[in-house]
């Protein structure tokens, strides 16, 4: 880049912000004039997490005065020729700094010595310890790891998260050898035993740990792993607990906060059992993120907490930041776990950010453990690990926890600390189907946290109100519930010996037979070379003669391969020589009579060649263009050797011309040979290779390489491109999402078309984490090959998107975790060489296992690519059951309100002879802002059971309501309907009677009559009060609920409130002078199904039901309140609430008398009617 260039550059880029800020200033002054503030138009009040500002809200005069003196400077500033002018390419460029660094490995031979002194076949003993380190030894782990110094940890340290007694408690048994007393003390808690040495390794345990994750922090080593006993996520402020006595996870993660070394942790807890300890000690601290996915069986396997359940998510400032994954049934296999962290995990991690990651790394849900009972295999652990080690700048720290079965603990945390060490996740097999039990679970914690975080944004949602039409449409409504069939008993006096499950001989045989196959089959060697590099100047002859401007030029591969040079790159890999391709290979997809009419340009003169070129779409040709072309497909195919042959782990090929638009027997977009289907083809043909992924990221869509493969089942191809409606290059409706593949092909053609430009790294984030990778697991690859374009990077015009160059990195690294690491990128189109040379530069790192740099946090995906990963899942989810998640959620907030965490289990009742409880709650009542105080308990598959119990504690409900009613008609609050004011006033239950009186649907009117009508005529509650509208007398809410016990009970009826009051109703317009038709059609698809009209602007969209525009619409402009023709209904799409206030009347009575041919009656009373 030169320095005209440079400066160019800069000067644009400077008069573009100068541009921005005096555009800022002027909207500053406009919002002076508005009259009016508004909260954000999609955030719930009751959301600790903030989004951006509504275009309506007007900020203070200070915020004002200081915005405007802020741009006023700024602009001084840019005339003085200070401006600071940020680099689009500023974090790639110091990713270049960064390189891998040593892992890290600390544990102390002491630690055999804890044992049970009573018990000698108890399951935490020393050979969970002794047999870890024997495996990595022998794999020759160890010593390529640097020895990390333990230590003890010191009294303060313990004090940060453990009270003074717990410590003194287990102090006071130093050394001790008095065996009795040892167990007596021991009986006293829940799972644990007491050694004379417990306390001086436990206190070696916290101190190693926290020694190892300082090291990450501070940048000594890149990452590393504890193999330490006593473990110590179930170990509380005051309490020991299962197996553990200090938090070792939880004091250094507080040790890296409090000393800041970290800001943002994430801690993943896959130990089989909850890690309840550590959910507590963070349970209300927003800068942990705590993740456990743990047997939970609805409560009845230990520890038998309701707090392990999905709906406890926080509490205070760190409400949102707990998620549980509680599995319910045993058997979970690798596609379960896996499922786990594409679906939940990972896209929130991404969205977070975390700047330290910790793994509380139990092994008992591996295959064989006595304990858990699941049938994760050790390799899937290496995957499990590899999605988390793009994030944090590579800072992961392992912890080990659990595990209790000797032969897959050892192998399991043998292969994680493999992976920690940048080797490649060996190679899954199949992954079976996902039980429909990880598909509930999943769909409950996404509800529960979706109001908490935007990156769960891709289930539709239905109102528990709306009737479904069709079976189908059932069988998508997921139903959340909470149930729980546990007993949270505290005892005196817990078991010491004989208190765990033990195997049989043949289930012992059994174990032992499949742990040592699967051991036999994985691969674990090592290539001598982690990264091949192929590049040739000659390819650089083939140029466009007539244009030298023209986009693809040869100097894009040149800077490219300067840029690794530049920073070290090449030494660190392995060169290849590149070489021609055969007109033999060239023909395993191309038609002979097409390679010999390119052939034939290296003969022809210059004007038969401009005519020859005119025949294709986009296709310059020179003399040089036979020899380049099948130059840069032959070099591709000396990387595919290179892999294949085990001489190279992975490869990057910087080719031109490029490929991916070559079909058969045509030139197109600037391709000749389709460089990466001949190479899938090779491999397939001469390496014998079953299974070939195809990741085609480029911008525009590879219709080349798609019209090779869609009959062919054994190359999956997924492209991610700009469509724009078929109106993007190459302008064709076959890139669309309905284009899935032909015969025996179908299914492995996936398109994920964007239909605006602007598309950036929430976007192709949001893509690989819910179409590319899921599939791509479970099609279970033997090579992957990504024709790597980078014209959707950020600075390409000719692509017009925004993909950060860093970003491509981290789409490299998820791909690696395929096909034992066999992963070669094949250079196609990006015409920015400053961004083409940074962005493969960051996928050659991340292939050496580089830290690649963070995002930014809080990234969200816009609403067109939201819609286009739901057609594609939608399309895609009958080839694909990895793509079953796509279920629709309930709107409406449906779980029920919890209690404060107690801190330690000692708090909980005390009651041996408690009754086993079971728990089975549709929380029907406890929606946040429309509480009834009706707290049944019903069991979703016992709806029509109803038992005398329901029934009598419904009646009783009822008759309380009645009570209360009487005396409420004595209050001035029998006026009004239900408002934020009122929440905590004395009247709450009359309001609400009020308010449900009003809003429940009367089921046996026809539908459109004027009493089915969603705002159902009210009367006032004063006996013998009459209004000239009103027709027959209302049920009072206890006469209703008294004649419809049954209904209730059953869950057939259920009632809604309405928000009274609205802070977006300023946003509503006066109605226009046409009024309003009530069977205009959609503005976009034209249907008159369901439609919806925008109370703002008064445009018509269709409903969710439908295809969703009324939602999009209300997103994209920020129009929020929108008025149903169907029953003359409002909704907020801000407050996600139906509303009902006199500034509604006006549209409600235009539309209302459009649909009936009269006036929509006045029901608001006189002390509401002025509400603004």
């Given at each position: 880049?030169?320095?005209?260039?440079?400066?160019?550059?800069?000067?644009?880029?400077?008069?573009?912000?100068?541009?921005?800020?005096?555009?800022?200033?002027?909207?500053?002054?406009?919002?002076?004039?508005?009259?009016?503030?508004?909260?954000?138009?999609?955030?719930?009040?009751?959301?600790?997490?903030?989004?951006?500002?509504?275009?309506?809200?007007?900020?203070?005069?200070?915020?004002?005065?200081?915005?405007?003196?802020?741009?006023?400077?700024?602009?001084?500033?840019?005339?003085?020729?200070?401006?600071?002018?940020?680099?689009?390419?500023?974090?790639?460029?110091?990713?270049?700094?960064?390189?891998?660094?040593?892992?890290?490995?600390?544990?102390?031979?002491?630690?055999?010595?804890?044992?049970?002194?009573?018990?000698?076949?108890?399951?935490?003993?020393?050979?969970?310890?002794?047999?870890?380190?024997?495996?990595?030894?022998?794999?020759?782990?160890?010593?390529?790891?640097?020895?990390?110094?333990?230590?003890?940890?010191?009294?303060?340290?313990?004090?940060?998260?453990?009270?003074?007694?717990?410590?003194?408690?287990?102090?006071?048994?130093?050394?001790?050898?008095?065996?009795?007393?040892?167990?007596?003390?021991?009986?006293?808690?829940?799972?644990?035993?007491?050694?004379?040495?417990?306390?001086?390794?436990?206190?070696?345990?916290?101190?190693?740990?926290?020694?190892?994750?300082?090291?990450?922090?501070k940048g000594e080593i890149q990452n590393g792993m504890a193999i330490i006993r006593p473990p110590g996520h179930h170990a509380m402020k005051s309490e020991y607990c299962g197996y553990c006595f200090f938090n070792n996870v939880a004091l250094a993660a507080e040790k890296a906060l409090s000393s800041g070394l970290a800001?943002?942790?994430?801690?993943?807890?896959?130990?089989?059992?909850?890690?309840?300890?550590?959910?507590?000690?963070?349970?209300?601290?927003?800068?942990?993120?705590?993740?456990?996915?743990?047997?939970?069986?609805?409560?009845?396997?230990?520890?038998?907490?309701?707090?392990?359940?999905?709906?406890?998510?926080?509490?205070?400032?760190?409400?949102?930041?707990?998620?549980?994954?509680?599995?319910?049934?045993?058997?979970?296999?690798?596609?379960?776990?896996?499922?786990?962290?594409?679906?939940?995990?990972?896209?929130?991690?991404?969205?977070?950010?975390?700047?330290?990651?910790?793994?509380?790394?139990?092994?008992?849900?591996?295959?064989?453990?006595?304990?858990?009972?699941?049938?994760?295999?050790?390799?899937?652990?290496?995957?499990?690990?590899?999605?988390?080690?793009?994030?944090?700048?590579?800072?992961?720290?392992?912890?080990?926890?659990?595990?209790?079965?000797?032969?897959?603990?050892?192998?399991?945390?043998?292969?994680?600390?493999?992976?920690?060490?940048?080797?490649?996740?060996?190679?899954?097999?199949?992954?079976?189907?996902?039980?429909?039990?990880?598909?509930?679970?999943?769909?409950?914690?996404?509800?529960?946290?979706?109001?908490?975080?935007?990156?769960?944004?891709?289930?539709?949602?239905?109102?528990?109100?709306?009737?479904?039409?069709?079976?189908?449409?059932?069988?998508?409504?997921?139903?959340?519930?909470?149930?729980?069939?546990?007993?949270?008993?505290?005892?005196?006096?817990?078991?010491?010996?004989?208190?765990?499950?033990?195997?049989?001989?043949?289930?012992?045989?059994?174990?032992?037979?499949?742990?040592?196959?699967?051991?036999?089959?994985?691969?674990?060697?090592?290539?001598?070379?982690?990264?091949?590099?192929?590049?040739?100047?000659?390819?650089?002859?083939?140029?466009?003669?007539?244009?030298?401007?023209?986009?693809?030029?040869?100097?894009?591969?040149?800077?490219?391969?300067?840029?690794?040079?530049?920073?070290?790159?090449?030494?660190?890999?392995?060169?290849?020589?590149?070489?021609?391709?055969?007109?033999?290979?060239?023909?395993?997809?191309?038609?002979?009579?097409?390679?010999?009419?390119?052939?034939?340009?290296?003969?022809?003169?210059?004007?038969?060649?401009?005519?020859?070129?005119?025949?294709?779409?986009?296709?310059?040709?020179?003399?040089?263009?036979?020899?380049?072309?099948?130059?840069?497909?032959?070099?591709?195919?000396?990387?595919?050797?290179?892999?294949?042959?085990?001489?190279?782990?992975?490869?990057?090929?910087?080719?031109?011309?490029?490929?991916?638009?070559?079909?058969?027997?045509?030139?197109?977009?600037?391709?000749?040979?389709?460089?990466?289907?001949?190479?899938?083809?090779?491999?397939?043909?001469?390496?014998?290779?079953?299974?070939?992924?195809?990741?085609?990221?480029?911008?525009?869509?590879?219709?080349?390489?798609?019209?090779?493969?869609?009959?062919?089942?054994?190359?999956?191809?997924?492209?991610?491109?700009?469509?724009?409606?078929?109106?993007?290059?190459?302008?064709?409706?076959?890139?669309?999402?309905?284009?899935?593949?032909?015969?025996?092909?179908?299914?492995?053609?996936?398109?994920?078309?964007?239909?605006?430009?602007?598309?950036?790294?929430?976007?192709?984030?949001?893509?690989?984490?819910?179409?590319?990778?899921?599939?791509?697991?479970?099609?279970?690859?033997?090579?992957?090959?990504?024709?790597?374009?980078?014209?959707?990077?950020?600075?390409?015009?000719?692509?017009?998107?925004?993909?950060?160059?860093?970003?491509?990195?981290?789409?490299?690294?998820?791909?690696?975790?395929?096909?034992?690491?066999?992963?070669?990128?094949?250079?196609?189109?990006?015409?920015?060489?400053?961004?083409?040379?940074?962005?493969?530069?960051?996928?050659?790192?991340?292939l050496l296992g580089d830290p690649l740099p963070m995002l930014d946090p809080n990234l969200i995906p816009c609403t067109s690519a939201i819609n286009s990963i739901n057609n594609v899942l939608k399309t895609h989810k009958k080839f694909w059951s990895n793509l079953q998640y796509g279920m629709s959620l309930p709107k409406e907030r449906l779980l029920p309100k919890l209690k404060t965490i107690p801190n330690k289990?000692?708090?909980?009742?005390?009651?041996?002879?408690?009754?086993?409880?079971?728990?089975?709650?549709?929380?029907?009542?406890?929606?946040?802002?429309?509480?009834?105080?009706?707290?049944?308990?019903?069991?979703?598959?016992?709806?029509?059971?109803?038992?005398?119990?329901?029934?009598?504690?419904?009646?009783?409900?009822?008759?309380?309501?009645?009570?209360?009613?009487?005396?409420?008609?004595?209050?001035?609050?029998?006026?009004?309907?239900?408002?934020?004011?009122?929440?905590?006033?004395?009247?709450?239950?009359?309001?609400?009677?009020?308010?449900?009186?009003?809003?429940?649907?009367?089921?046996?009117?026809?539908?459109?009559?004027?009493?089915?009508?969603?705002?159902?005529?009210?009367?006032?509650?004063?006996?013998?009060?009459?209004?000239?509208?009103?027709?027959?007398?209302?049920?009072?809410?206890?006469?209703?609920?008294?004649?419809?016990?049954?209904?209730?009970?059953?869950?057939?009826?259920?009632?809604?409130?309405?928000?009274?009051?609205?802070?977006?109703?300023?946003?509503?317009?006066?109605?226009?002078?046409?009024?309003?038709?009530?069977?205009?059609?959609?503005?976009?698809?034209?249907?008159?199904?369901?439609?919806?009209?925008?109370?703002?602007?008064?445009?018509?969209?269709?409903?969710?039901?439908?295809?969703?525009?009324?939602?999009?619409?209300?997103?994209?402009?920020?129009?929020?309140?929108?008025?149903?023709?169907?029953?003359?209904?409002?909704?907020?799409?801000?407050?996600?609430?139906?509303?009902?206030?006199?500034?509604?009347?006006?549209?409600?009575?235009?539309?209302?008398?459009?649909?009936?041919?009269?006036?929509?009656?006045?029901?608001?009373?006189?002390?509401?009617?002025?509400?603004?």
């Amino acid at each position: 880049m030169t320095e005209s260039t440079v400066n160019l550059d800069l000067f644009t880029a400077a008069k573009q912000l100068a541009d921005s800020e005096i555009e800022l200033i002027k909207v500053i002054e406009n919002s002076s004039k508005c009259q009016r503030t508004a909260t954000n138009m999609f955030t719930n009040a009751k959301k600790t997490k903030k989004s951006g500002k509504s275009k309506n809200v007007r900020p203070s005069a200070a915020l004002l005065a200081a915005k405007q003196e802020a741009a006023k400077r700024q602009l001084l500033s840019e005339r003085s020729n200070s401006t600071f002018v940020p680099d689009i390419y500023q974090r790639a460029i110091d990713g270049y700094k960064t390189m891998r660094k040593e892992t890290g490995l600390v544990f102390d031979r002491s630690m055999a010595e804890h044992s049970c002194l009573w018990d000698p076949n108890y399951p935490e003993c020393p050979a969970r310890f002794t047999r870890v380190l024997q495996r990595c030894e022998e794999l020759g782990l160890v010593q390529r790891c640097k020895f990390i110094e333990p230590r003890r940890a010191t009294e303060n340290e313990l004090l940060s998260k453990h009270s003074q007694k717990q410590i003194d408690i287990l102090k006071a048994t130093d050394g001790s050898m008095d065996s009795e007393n040892l167990e007596l003390l021991s009986s006293k808690y829940d799972c644990v035993y007491i050694h004379p040495s417990t306390y001086s390794l436990s206190l070696l345990a916290v101190g190693s740990t926290i020694n190892l994750v300082e090291s990450i922090c501070k940048g000594e080593i890149q990452n590393g792993m504890a193999i330490i006993r006593p473990p110590g996520h179930h170990a509380m402020k005051s309490e020991y607990c299962g197996y553990c006595f200090f938090n070792n996870v939880a004091l250094a993660a507080e040790k890296a906060l409090s000393s800041g070394l970290a800001n943002r942790i994430l801690i993943v807890d896959w130990d089989v059992h909850h890690g309840q300890a550590t959910q507590q000690m963070f349970y209300n601290d927003p800068r942990v993120v705590y993740f456990s996915i743990h047997r939970y069986e609805h409560g009845e396997f230990w520890p038998n907490l309701r707090e392990s359940d999905f709906h406890y998510v926080g509490e205070d400032l760190g409400e949102g930041y707990n998620f549980n994954i509680p599995l319910n049934k045993t058997g979970m296999t690798n596609a379960d776990y896996i499922a786990i962290f594409q679906q939940v995990l990972l896209p929130m991690a991404y969205e977070f950010q975390p700047d330290l990651i910790i793994v509380s790394a139990g092994y008992d849900a591996a295959l064989g453990c006595p304990e858990g009972e699941m049938l994760i295999t050790p390799a899937c652990y290496s995957h499990l690990l590899s999605l988390l080690l793009s994030l944090a700048n590579g800072k992961v720290a392992v912890v080990l926890e659990g595990g209790y079965c000797l032969k897959s603990l050892a192998e399991s945390a043998a292969l994680t600390l493999r992976t920690l060490l940048g080797d490649p996740c060996p190679v899954l097999q199949t992954l079976e189907l996902p039980s429909l039990s990880i598909r509930d679970t999943i769909l409950n914690a996404i509800y529960a946290h979706k109001p908490y975080w935007k990156c769960y944004q891709y289930q539709d949602t239905y109102s528990i109100n709306s009737v479904a039409h069709n079976k189908e449409e059932i069988a998508n409504r997921h139903v959340v519930m909470v149930t729980y069939k546990g007993s949270e008993v505290k005892l005196e006096k817990y078991e010491t010996r004989n208190c765990y499950p033990v195997q049989s001989k043949e289930t012992l045989e059994a174990v032992e037979k499949q742990l040592n196959e699967l051991i036999q089959l994985t691969n674990l060697r090592k290539t001598p070379h982690k990264v091949c590099i192929v590049y040739d100047e000659k390819m650089q002859r083939h140029c466009n003669i007539s244009d030298s401007s023209h986009p693809e030029k040869p100097s894009r591969i040149s800077s490219i391969y300067k840029n690794h040079e530049e920073h070290d790159l090449l030494q660190r890999c392995h060169l290849l020589q590149g070489r021609s391709a055969t007109v033999e290979e060239l023909s395993l997809v191309h038609s002979m009579d097409y390679i010999d009419d390119i052939k034939r340009t290296s003969t022809v003169k210059l004007k038969e060649l401009q005519k020859q070129a005119s025949d294709y779409n986009s296709v310059f040709l020179h003399p040089e263009t036979w020899s380049s072309a099948c130059l840069s497909t032959g070099s591709l195919l000396q990387v595919v050797d290179a892999v294949l042959n085990g001489e190279c782990q992975s490869g990057v090929a910087i080719v031109r011309p490029p490929g991916h638009h070559a079909e058969i027997d045509i030139a197109c977009g600037f391709c000749i040979f389709n460089n990466v289907a001949v190479a899938a083809m090779y491999a397939v043909q001469f390496h014998h290779v079953k299974r070939v992924l195809i990741v085609d990221w480029d911008v525009h869509h590879g219709n080349g390489t798609q019209s090779i493969f869609e009959e062919d089942p054994r190359i999956l191809y997924i492209s991610v491109h700009r469509y724009d409606n078929g109106s993007f290059f190459p302008n064709s409706k076959l890139a669309n999402y309905t284009n899935v593949g032909l015969n025996a092909g179908e299914g492995f053609n996936v398109n994920i078309p964007w239909n605006k430009k602007g598309m950036g790294d929430a976007e192709y984030i949001a893509a690989f984490q819910q179409v590319v990778m899921p599939i791509a697991y479970q099609f279970n690859p033997e090579l992957v090959l990504v024709s790597a374009g980078f014209d959707a990077c950020i600075g390409d015009t000719l692509g017009g998107c925004l993909v950060s160059p860093e970003l491509y990195g981290h789409l490299t690294h998820w791909l690696s975790s395929l096909a034992n690491g066999r992963i070669i990128l094949s250079l196609e189109g990006g015409y920015n060489i400053n961004s083409i040379s940074h962005a493969m530069t960051m996928c050659t790192k991340a292939l050496l296992g580089d830290p690649l740099p963070m995002l930014d946090p809080n990234l969200i995906p816009c609403t067109s690519a939201i819609n286009s990963i739901n057609n594609v899942l939608k399309t895609h989810k009958k080839f694909w059951s990895n793509l079953q998640y796509g279920m629709s959620l309930p709107k409406e907030r449906l779980l029920p309100k919890l209690k404060t965490i107690p801190n330690k289990l000692e708090e909980q009742g005390r009651n041996a002879d408690k009754l086993k409880q079971t728990e089975s709650k549709i929380a029907l009542e406890v929606i946040e802002s429309e509480k009834l105080d009706l707290n049944l308990a019903i069991d979703k598959n016992c709806l029509n059971l109803v038992t005398d119990e329901e029934i009598s504690k419904l009646t009783c409900e009822v008759e309380n309501i009645k009570i209360k009613n009487l005396h409420a008609m004595k209050s001035e609050a029998v006026e009004t309907r239900r408002n934020p004011e009122l929440k905590q006033s004395e009247t709450k239950n009359l309001d609400v009677s009020q308010s449900v009186q009003k809003c429940v649907n009367e089921t046996n009117q026809p539908r459109g009559s004027q009493q089915g009508n969603s705002n159902i005529r009210e009367d006032r509650d004063d006996e013998g009060a009459a209004s000239s509208q009103r027709e027959t007398r209302s049920t009072t809410l206890s006469e209703y609920l008294s004649d419809n016990l049954q209904a209730l009970t059953t869950g057939e009826m259920f009632a809604v409130v309405p928000l009274q009051d609205c802070p977006h109703l300023f946003t509503v317009n006066e109605v226009p002078s046409g009024g309003i038709d009530v069977n205009s059609p959609c503005a976009e698809c034209t249907s008159t199904a369901e439609n919806w009209i925008c109370l703002q602007c008064y445009t018509v969209h269709c409903a969710r039901s439908v295809n969703q525009h009324a939602m999009q619409h209300a997103e994209e402009y920020e129009h929020p309140i929108t008025l149903s023709f169907s029953d003359i209904s409002v909704w907020c799409y801000g407050c996600e609430s139906y509303i009902d206030n006199p500034r509604l009347y006006a549209a409600r009575n235009a539309a209302h008398q459009s649909k009936f041919n009269e006036a929509l009656p006045w029901t608001y009373s006189e002390s509401n009617s002025n509400t603004p």
